[in-house]
């Protein structure tokens, strides 16, 4: 820590924070804890049976003694001067005593000493212990050369452990015999600060820790290094491989030689004083050519309001531009030379008006440029303006207010900025030539002046703020309004309103309105009550009120709200839900009420006059009692609203008290081959219409069965598994009224079986022998519901009906050979049997009439017995009405008509189209009724 070599300086800063007992204190020693010991100390000293002692020590002795106790801070300082080998000890800054010594001390100690008689704990407070050290110089033994050198290096090996930095200097000095020397000059950074030339050179280092507080530092010399040469005797020169020129200097030297334009060849020869040569050479550049460029002020500005200006500067030359010249002056007086760069930054001279700037460029070989120079008008005065606010008015009741602006300037007006704000923050800009700015908002708060601030700034840059201030009053809302004598609702558009005005407001005027922005509302006297009329139309009405008060600044309104209602309420009646009869005496009557207020009173008469009907309480639904008599009851029923205004409902309902009649038909006659069901047509006799029906076979209709609408042909169901034979449909009918029929019914006799028939002649695989083409077709059929068509096709043909009465057909073949006759027998049910003969047709030359004379007879006595027994039989089982052919005659509903001789025979067309004639009776259709024909029981 400590160093013979080097200045220091070794501080304590300390106070014992109570008497010491037996011993203690702190200082600086060689080793020891002892402070008799040390080359400085302080103690503190009390051992109970004696005095107590405070005593500072300097090398061993006591230089200061105190019989009392000391418990204040104190600095104590032990001060090495290197160069005289002494000590100093100090006290806050008083010497106390100086010594030589022969040894350094090595450590700070601190805390209980062994001076004491007994042991102590340290009762010390320590502020810092710090050591300083600051330098030392040795000076080395001077060194002799061989030859005369000139020192060129000195260059210092040394280093250091201080933790920020250390320093060494170094010094040097010259003699040319070793006896006389010359003046010490400072090497910086290994180079003599002057010319060093001689046979002898000597040394001298300066060392130093600036610095060093807290720590433990050194600095050390490791080794010293001189660089030097021998110096010039002779210097020649010559140029462009020309004659040698001896120049005059060897250090410093000067020649004259010839060169030419641009580029030339320069060598030099130089001769030490050891008799050593060395040739080097350069090259040269003549240049006589100056630079040319310009120069601009503040980048061609027009003004300014400043004489501190920027100059713009450009200028070129071959071998470049070093330099610039600048004067304020034509005559370059004042001039002041930089270093060439694009701006430069120049103070004008001048007052307001022209002034101007000249400068001239300098190239690397010192050629200067001609004079350019440029102008500005130099302008000082500031803008003049003012600022209005809402036209100079007082108060102002809202933020948003109009400006109006004027401003002028000699030169003109570059920017106008507003700000609520004398610094112009969040300010705006405003065009220059605006002399309005409308919508301004000012700084928000509560009531109070507020103000705004105009900068104007010219052409030149000069400014001015100005500024104008109006009184922020925020509109309140004050007074008040009582509409109707504080109704909520009312029927009428004019009403009646009592105003109450705040005394303190000092109104001047006041204004109603129906419209919150007072639209088309015009000021008024004040008045403590009026007369207003409501908006038209039903609904919440507010009338709003606000006062000028005498600032010129209005309120804002007060409202008062009522309900107008001048519209009757719509009352709807429904009677047993809307129901047009009813066949119960008590219907349940609904009242629909519609109205923008609720219902208070009602009254329910049986005519459209209330005079006499006593009102009650509003209900939405109640029972009403009809009279028992057929026909139309009507109700009348009346509706108040909150408001007062009434309105009428009306209905009606028919009572109903006679039940439909019923009649059922069948319109496909009584037999029916249907598996599911049979149409019907029912006739109902009604008064009420709305007729539906329920129909049902072989049972009367159940409460389950579905009720049906009656318009026009019905399907009776046919229950599944039904048997052939008789049935009976049940009907019953409910008209709109709801009432309900007695049960009809009618039978109808359900016949799914096909007819049977049997192709007689040609018999089926027989051979015709004959001569022409003619073929008597005979056949036999049967079926319970009777025969009602039949038809053949000759080998897959066309259709062709037999005439009913007709027990045979004559069937006229194409030619001879194989054929088929199809039969397709079809019963009055509407059931289908066929049957297929196929025979071949040979020709004979022996012809038999008509199909033989003998086979003819036979058939027709077949035939005849067959009819005669199916008649009889037909007559015993079906009495009562029917129709149709039996027998081959016709019959009436009656059964027992007498015998009608049958139609006369037509010719019509088959169902396939023309050519193929058929007989037809009754119709000359080939639908006729066959029924009954070749029909056996």
Request: net charge negative; aromatic share 10%.
């Amino acid at each position: 820590m400590f160093s013979q070599e080097m200045d220091w300086i070794a501080r304590i800063d300390m106070r014992y924070t109570s008497q010491g007992y037996s011993g203690s204190g702190g200082g600086i020693s060689d080793g020891t804890a002892i402070a008799s010991s040390s080359f400085m100390a302080a103690y503190n000293e009390w051992a109970g049976w004696q005095n107590p002692s405070f005593k500072v020590y300097s090398n061993h002795e006591v230089v200061y003694n105190q019989s009392t106790p000391d418990t204040s801070n104190h600095v104590y300082t032990l001060k090495y001067e290197a160069d005289l080998s002494k000590y100093s000890v100090m006290m806050d800054g008083t010497k106390l005593d100086t010594f030589n010594h022969w040894n350094i001390p090595s450590v700070f100690w601190l805390g209980a000493t062994s001076d004491g008689i007994y042991a102590q704990v340290a009762n010390l407070e320590i502020d810092y212990v710090d050591v300083w050290a600051f330098n030392g110089k040795r000076t080395f033994a001077p060194i002799q050369f061989a030859f005369e050198t000139a020192v060129d290096e000195v260059n210092i090996n040394w280093s250091t452990t201080h933790p920020a930095t250390g320093d060494a200097g170094l010094r040097a000095r010259i003699s040319t015999d070793g006896t006389t020397w010359g003046d010490w000059t400072d090497v910086i950074d290994g180079i003599p600060d002057a010319l060093l030339t001689g046979f002898w050179l000597q040394l001298q280092v300066d060392l130093s820790l600036p610095g060093v507080r807290n720590t433990n530092a050194n600095v050390a010399l490791h080794g010293i290094d001189v660089v030097g040469h021998h110096p010039v005797r002779t210097v020649e020169v010559r140029s462009n491989n020309g004659q040698w020129v001896v120049a005059t200097g060897t250090e410093e030297w000067t020649a004259e030689v010839q060169l030419k334009e641009d580029m030339n060849h320069i060598d030099v020869r130089v001769t030490d004083s050891g008799g050593m040569s060395n040739l080097s050479y350069f090259q040269q550049v003549l240049d006589t050519t100056p630079p040319v460029g310009s120069m601009k002020i503040l980048k061609d500005r027009p003004y300014t309001n400043d004489l501190r200006v920027t100059l713009s500067l450009d200028a070129t030359d071959k071998y470049g531009v070093e330099y610039v010249q600048v004067s304020n002056s034509p005559y370059f007086t004042g001039i002041v030379t930089f270093p060439f760069q694009g701006s430069l930054d120049w103070t004008m001279r001048g007052s307001d008006g022209e002034v101007a700037c000249y400068v001239r460029f300098v190239d690397s070989h010192g050629l200067v440029s001609d004079t350019f120079s440029d102008t500005i008008i130099y302008d000082t005065f500031q803008p003049s303006g003012e600022i209005t606010i809402n036209d100079g008015s007082a108060y102002s009741p809202s933020l948003d207010v109009d400006l109006d602006l004027e401003y002028s300037d000699l030169r003109g007006i570059a920017t106008i900025e507003l700000s609520n704000h004398r610094h112009f923050k969040d300010m705006k800009t405003v065009d220059v030539g605006e002399t309005t700015f409308e919508g301004w908002v000012m700084a928000g708060g509560g009531d109070g002046p507020r103000r705004v601030y105009m900068r104007l700034t010219d052409v030149s840059g000069n400014v001015r703020v100005i500024s104008d201030y109006i009184n922020y009053y925020q509109p309140k809302a004050v007074g008040s309004l009582t509409l109707m004598d504080g109704a909520n609702v009312t029927n009428k558009g004019v009403i009646e309103v009592d105003i109450s005005v705040p005394l303190e407001l000092q109104a001047r005027r006041m204004q109603l309105s129906n419209d919150p922005a007072f639209i088309d509302a015009t000021w008024e006297q004040l008045e403590v009550d009026t007369i207003w009329i409501l908006s038209p139309g039903d609904g919440p009405k507010m009338v709003y009120l606000r006062f000028w008060d005498f600032r010129d600044i209005v309120s804002l309104p007060v409202n008062a709200t009522i309900i107008l209602d001048a519209t009757p309420p719509r009352v709807d009646v429904i009677i047993d839900g809307g129901a047009t009869y009813a066949t119960d005496t008590t219907v349940a009557v609904e009242v629909i009420y519609v109205d923008a207020l609720p219902a208070t009173s009602m009254w329910v008469s049986r005519v459209d006059r209330f005079n006499e009907i006593e009102p009650q309480q509003y209900t939405g639904s109640f029972e009403w009692e009809l009279f028992r008599q057929e026909g139309p009851q009507g109700l009348f029923i009346k509706v108040v609203d909150l408001a007062g205004n009434e309105g009428v409902g009306r209905s009606s309902i028919h009572f109903a008290t006679i039940p439909p009649e019923v009649i059922v038909r069948l319109p496909d006659g009584e037999w029916s081959n249907s598996e599911s069901h049979v149409p019907i047509l029912v006739d109902v006799i009604d008064h009420y219409g709305g007729i539906e029906v329920q129909v049902s076979m072989d049972a009367d209709p159940g409460d389950g069965t579905e009720w049906l609408a009656n318009d026009g042909v019905l399907q009776a169901p046919v229950p599944e598994g039904t048997a052939d034979g008789d049935h009976m449909i049940y009907v019953r009918a409910r008209n709109a009224a709801g009432l309900e029929s007695k049960v009809a019914n009618v039978t109808v006799t359900l016949d799914r079986t096909a007819p049977l028939v049997t192709v007689l002649h040609p018999v089926d695989g027989s051979s015709i022998p004959q001569k022409g083409f003619d073929v008597l077709l005979e056949l036999m059929s049967s079926d319970t519901s009777g025969i009602a068509q039949v038809r053949f096709r000759v080998d897959g043909g066309n259709w062709t009906l037999v005439p009913y009465s007709g027990q045979s057909s004559i069937v006229t073949l194409d030619d001879f050979g194989d054929h088929s006759i199809e039969v397709e027998v079809t019963d009055g049910a509407g059931n289908t049997g066929s049957a297929i003969t196929t025979f071949g047709l040979e020709e004979s030359e022996a012809r038999v009439g008509s199909g033989g004379s003998l086979t003819m007879l036979l058939l027709l006595i077949v035939i005849a017995v067959i009819v005669a027994v199916a008649y009889e039989s037909r007559r015993r089982r079906r009495g009562g009405f029917g129709s149709g052919f039996l027998d081959g005659l016709f019959h009436t509903h009656n059964p027992e008509a007498a015998r009608e001789p049958l139609p006369e025979r037509t010719d019509v067309q088959n169902e396939e189209g023309p050519g193929n004639d058929v007989p037809s009776y009754g119709g000359g259709t080939d639908e006729a009724d066959h029924s009954g024909w070749l029909e056996t029981p």
